[in-house]
């Protein structure tokens, strides 16, 4: 019973260049969460997807950062021209989408810009 | 808008020792509040979740937590700490209308020391 997945685990990329982050949720889940953790802070929300929809994406900032969750495949987490300021972990959790679920988190993507 | 406070960045403690995770909460609706643990290089679990009912919520390691209303806090406790207990701890909250994101408190690094 696979839990959700993420890949790759470490990423590491130059000024400039595009990141994308993938995730798979859990069998059965259909709702994505994309957090981000930076050095010595908390979670913070990007942005909730379903299959095919943008649910939320205040937490997303407006330039460089897009996500998807198409009706086949991960979600992916894109970053176009990454910046130093970009380097954290990157989370995605999956639920059922019920109030009050539980959301299950992957073990992370951490983004590293040289 | 909610916000979470988690008001200790580091909490040592000695093996064996009772321990309490102070978590403290503001929000303008009703929520439901969860504690996940996240080890080092990995994601987070959930440990346990308050969604209603009995104010006392209990996880399968030992730790149990209170919602106390009138005072906004949901702060975690266990009466005897393990050197496997050594982590980061992330209160959260998440409104009780819909399927929202979770918003989290910076998290406590608690060192169980032998």
């Known amino acids: 019973n696979a839990g959700v997945m993420q890949n790759p685990r470490h990423l590491v990329r130059r000024r400039g260049q595009e990141a994308r982050l993938r995730c798979s949720p859990m069998k059965g889940h259909s709702h994505v969460y994309w957090y981000r953790q930076l050095p010595e802070e908390g979670l913070k929300f990007m942005v909730y997807l379903q299959k095919e929809n943008i649910i939320d994406e205040s937490g997303m900032p407006k330039e460089r950062f897009s996500a998807e969750f198409p009706k086949e495949g991960p979600s992916i987490l894109r970053i176009q021209q990454v910046v130093r300021g970009d380097s954290a972990a990157y989370f995605c959790?999956?639920?059922?989408?019920?109030?009050?679920?539980?959301?299950?988190f992957g073990p992370g993507t951490r983004l590293t810009v040289l | 808008a909610q916000s979470v406070t988690q008001l200790d960045s580091q909490v040592p403690v000695f093996e064996e020792a009772p321990v309490e995770l102070r978590c403290n909460y503001s929000?303008?609706?009703?929520?439901?509040l969860f504690w996940y643990v996240q080890y080092p290089n990995q994601g987070l679990q959930l440990l346990l979740k308050?969604?209603?009912?009995?104010?006392l919520v209990e996880s399968i390691n030992g730790f149990e937590a209170e919602f106390n209303k009138s005072q906004t806090s949901f702060h975690l406790r266990k009466p005897s700490v393990h050197i496997s207990d050594t982590a980061e701890y992330f209160c959260?909250?998440?409104?009780?209308?819909?399927?929202?994101?979770?918003?989290f408190g910076k998290g406590t690094r608690l060192s169980v020391i032998a």
């Open positions: 959790a999956s639920s059922q989408g019920l109030a009050g679920s539980t959301q299950y």
């Open positions: 959260a909250v998440s409104e009780r209308s819909g399927n929202t994101p979770l918003v």
């Open positions: 308050y969604l209603s009912g009995s104010t």
């Open positions: 929000s303008s609706v009703s929520v439901y």
